[in-house]
C-alpha cells in the first residue's frame, strides 16, 4: 500500500531526519517500555508539519533520550583493599568515618560480585557441556545433572534461579523436576528443552509454571536472550540497595573530598550537584516538554553529561534547600534517594521511568537540624567532628603545605615549615572544626616567599620558617586564649555552644544593680535560651535556702543577663546549667573557674537533661585551653566516643543534679 500510495502520489517522503532518528532508536536498545514511547513519538512526528512548534519539540525530545546511557555503566573496581589506600592516602585520621565507608563499600561489592546460579538437567553429556560453557562465559554460576534424579538432590542442598532442564529423561522427567522446583521455591524460574516438542506438553509445562519452553536443536541467541529475560526481575536481588550516605559536619571537615575518594576507589565517574537555594522543584524533576525551553532535572542532566548509569553523584549542601511557591525540592527527593522507589525514576521531561538504582548517592550538610523529617529518614548520618591540634599539624605538614608549596611555583625552593611554625599558625591565626581557614594561612604564606623569591630573596638556599617569622607574613595574632588568659570574675560562667561551624566556647555574664526584682536579658538570645534563663531564676530562688540567699536580694535588686557576641543571634537549652551557675555566682559573690565549661537543660527541680554536639563542644574547649568540662550524666554514651587523646588533656565531669557541681566551679 505504501508502494501503491507512493506511485500515486498521495504518500509523502519522510524527512531524513526522522529516518536516522529511527535508525538510531533500533541501535539504542533502550529498554521496552521507552522504546515503544520514542516509537510512538516518532509515528506522531510523520503525522506533524516540520514547519511547526510541535516537530521541533518532539525532535528534541526523542534525541535527548537517545543521548541518554540506558545501559552504559563503568565497570567498578571490586579491591576492598586499594579503596582503604586511598582512604588512607586523601585523609589523615578519620579512622571510625572511614571504617564505616568502607563497611558500605564491602557491602556493595559482595552485592555486585554476586553471580544468578543455573542448574541445568540433560541427559546428553555434549548440551550438558555447551550450556555450561556459553552460561560461564556470560558470567553465571552453573551446576549440571544427568538426570532428574540427580537434579532433585541439588535442588535440595541449594537453591537456584533459573534450571534449564530436557524434558524426557530417565526415571524422572523435566515435568517432575519443574513440579519440585516450584515446590521448593516458587520464584525458580524453569525452562523447558526437549527434541520431542508437542503442543500439549507445551501447554502443560506452561500449566505447571515452566517460564519458556523451547525444542531442540538449541539456538545459542534464543537461549540467551531467554534466560536474560527470566533473571530480569531478578537482577534486583544482585542491586546493591544500601543507605544513602550523609557526611554531616562542619564545613571544612573533608566531606566532598571523601565522596570524591569513594568514586576514585571503585573507579566511577563523580558528579557533584550543589542543593544550596535550590527552590524549585523542577530542579529535580524537570518541566514537562511541552513547555518552551523544557529540560530534564539536574540528576537526569548530570547522568546524561557523566555519560554512565552508575556514577558518584554528590549532593551537596541538602541542608540548604530552599522552599517556595514553586515547590519543595527536599519532598522531590524522598524518590530519588529511595532504593525502593528509584528504580522507576520518572523525570517530567523525560515521562518514561529511568533506573537511578545504579547510581551511589552521597549527601553533605553543615547541620541535620534543617533537613526534613522524611528525608532525614532515608539518609544515613556519618558525623565529621572537626580535628584536634595534634590532627591539624599532621594534616598541615603531610598534606597542605606541599600541595600549597606547588601551587605557588615554589618546588625547586621550598620553604620548610618547622613543628613550631606550624603550631603557631594553627593556634594564633586559626579557630575552627575544619582545616580551610589554616590552608589559607599557609596558601598566604607561600604566595609572600614566592614574592620575596622573584625579588631575589631566597634563591640559593631553603627557607626556614620559623614562628618569629610567622608574624612578619601574616600580621598580628588574631585569635586568643579566652579561657586560659582571662581573669576569673564573679557572675561570669564559661558556656558551650553548638553551631554549624562545630562547638564554640561562649561566655554567660550577670550583674546586678539596685532595683525591683526585674530580670533583663540581652545578647539577641533566643526563645528557648530566655526560658532557660528564666528557670534558673526560679531554680534558684525557690532553692535560696540551700544557697544561702536572703529573699530581699530578690526584691531589692534587678538582675541583667548578657551573652557576648551581642550581634549573633542565639538559641537552644544546653545554656540552662551555665547561666544557672553564672547567678549563683553573683548573687553568693564567688567567683567561677574559667578553666570549667558547662553545658546541659536545667528543669525546675534541678535535674540536668543532656544535650546534643557532645563531641563538638568537648572539641572546641580543648582548642580554647579548657581544662575540665560538666556534661549531663546521661550523655554518656557521647562522651565514650570521644578520642583518648582529648581525653587526657581534659577532665570530663558528669552530673544528674546542679547541686552536684556548684563546689567544683565556684571559688
Request: net charge neutral; proline share 4%; aromatic share 6%.
Amino acid at each position: 500500500m505504501r508502494i501503491f500510495k507512493k506511485e500515486k502520489g498521495q504518500l509523502k517522503e519522510l524527512p531524513a531526519e526522522i529516518n536516522e532518528l529511527r535508525e538510531d532508536v533500533q541501535s539504542a536498545k533502550m529498554p521496552e517500555p521507552v522504546e515503544k514511547v520514542v516509537y510512538k513519538e516518532l509515528e506522531r512526528l510523520t503525522k506533524t508539519s516540520p514547519s511547526s512548534a510541535e516537530y521541533t519539540i518532539g525532535i528534541n525530545y526523542i534525541d535527548y533520550l537517545l543521548s541518554l546511557p540506558w545501559n552504559k555503566m563503568t565497570n567498578d573496581n571490586l579491591d576492598i583493599k586499594r579503596a582503604e589506600s586511598i582512604l588512607n592516602e586523601d585523609h589523615f585520621g578519620l579512622v571510625k568515618i572511614k571504617d564505616r565507608i568502607l563497611e558500605h563499600l564491602s557491602v556493595r561489592i559482595l552485592k555486585m560480585s554476586g553471580q544468578h546460579k543455573i542448574l541445568v538437567v540433560d541427559d546428553e553429556q555434549i548440551t550438558r557441556q555447551n550450556l555450561e560453557h556459553v552460561f560461564k562465559k556470560d558470567g553465571y554460576h552453573v551446576n549440571t545433572a544427568s538426570d532428574g534424579q540427580e537434579a532433585l538432590d541439588f535442588l535440595g542442598k541449594s537453591a537456584f534461579d533459573v534450571i534449564v532442564t530436557d524434558l524426557k529423561m530417565g526415571k524422572v522427567d523435566g515435568m517432575t523436576v519443574l513440579e519440585s522446583a516450584k515446590a521448593v521455591n516458587p520464584g525458580t524460574e524453569v525452562i523447558i528443552i526437549t527434541g520431542y516438542a508437542t503442543v500439549s506438553t507445551a501447554i502443560e509445562a506452561m500449566k505447571k509454571g515452566s517460564y519458556h519452553y523451547l525444542t531442540k536443536p538449541l539456538k545459542l541467541n534464543e537461549i540467551r536472550s531467554t534466560i536474560q529475560k527470566a533473571l530480569y526481575k531478578k537482577t534486583v536481588r544482585l542491586e546493591p540497595k544500601g543507605p544513602v550516605l550523609c557526611f554531616a559536619g562542619p564545613p571544612g571537615t573533608g566531606k566532598t573530598s571523601l565522596g570524591m575518594s569513594i568514586a576514585r576507589s571503585l573507579e566511577r565517574k563523580f558528579v557533584r550537584i550543589s542543593l544550596a537555594g535550590m527552590k524549585d522543584e523542577a530542579e529535580i524533576r524537570g518541566h514537562r516538554k511541552s513547555y518552551v525551553g523544557a529540560l530534564p532535572g539536574r540528576i537526569i542532566q548530570e547522568i546524561r553529561r557523566a555519560e554512565t548509569k552508575n556514577p558518584v553523584i554528590m549532593l551537596d549542601e541538602i541542608d540548604k534547600i530552599g522552599r517556595d511557591f514553586k515547590g519543595d525540592p527536599a519532598a522531590a527527593l524522598l524518590e530519588v534517594l529511595d532504593p525502593e522507589q528509584n528504580t522507576h525514576f520518572v523525570d517530567h521531561y523525560l515521562d518514561v521511568p529511568f533506573d537511578l538504582s545504579r547510581v551511589m548517592f552521597i549527601a553533605t550538610a553543615n547541620a541535620l537540624d534543617l533537613i526534613p523529617g522524611p528525608l532525614l529518614d532515608r539518609l544515613e548520618v556519618i558525623t565529621l567532628l572537626g580535628y584536634t591540634e595534634e590532627e591539624k599539624e599532621k594534616i598541615a605538614s603531610r598534606y597542605l603545605i606541599p600541595k600549597e608549596i606547588e601551587e605557588a611555583g615554589l618546588i625547586e625552593n621550598s620553604p620548610v615549615f618547622t613543628e613550631e611554625t606550624i603550631h603557631k599558625i594553627i593556634r594564633e591565626y586559626t579557630r575552627e572544626a575544619g582545616l580551610r581557614n589554616l590552608k589559607r594561612q599557609i596558601a598566604s604564606i607561600c604566595r609572600k616567599i614566592a614574592r620575596e623569591t622573584l625579588r631575589g630573596g631566597y634563591k640559593n638556599e631553603p627557607h626556614i620558617l620559623t614562628p618569629e617569622m610567622v608574624e612578619d607574613f601574616l600580621g598580628p595574632r588574631k585569635f586568643y586564649f579566652e579561657v586560659a588568659e582571662a581573669k576569673e570574675r564573679v557572675g561570669v560562667a564559661t558556656g558551650l555552644a553548638w553551631t554549624e561551624a562545630g562547638g564554640q566556647i561562649i561566655f554567660i555574664e550577670a550583674a546586678k544593680m539596685k532595683g525591683k526584682g526585674n530580670l533583663m536579658l540581652t545578647g539577641s538570645l533566643g526563645d528557648v535560651m530566655k526560658e532557660s534563663a528564666h528557670a534558673a531564676m526560679s531554680y534558684i530562688r525557690s532553692h535560696a535556702a540551700a544557697f544561702n540567699i536572703p529573699d530581699s536580694i530578690f526584691e531589692t535588686y534587678d538582675i541583667h543577663i548578657h551573652v557576648p557576641a551581642g550581634a549573633i543571634p542565639k538559641d537552644g537549652p544546653s545554656a540552662g546549667v551555665t547561666i544557672a551557675i553564672a547567678l549563683i555566682s553573683l548573687i553568693t559573690d564567688r567567683s567561677c573557674k574559667r578553666n570549667v565549661a558547662l553545658t546541659g537543660e536545667l528543669t525546675l527541680s534541678g535535674r540536668i537533661l543532656p544535650v546534643g554536639g557532645v563531641k563538638e563542644k568537648v572539641l572546641a574547649a580543648h582548642r580554647a585551653g579548657v581544662k575540665a568540662v560538666v556534661f549531663p550524666a546521661r550523655n554518656d554514651s557521647d562522651i565514650k566516643d570521644i578520642s583518648e587523646d582529648i581525653k587526657k588533656d581534659i577532665q570530663i565531669i558528669e552530673i544528674d543534679e546542679l547541686e552536684e557541681v556548684i563546689d567544683v566551679v565556684l571559688n
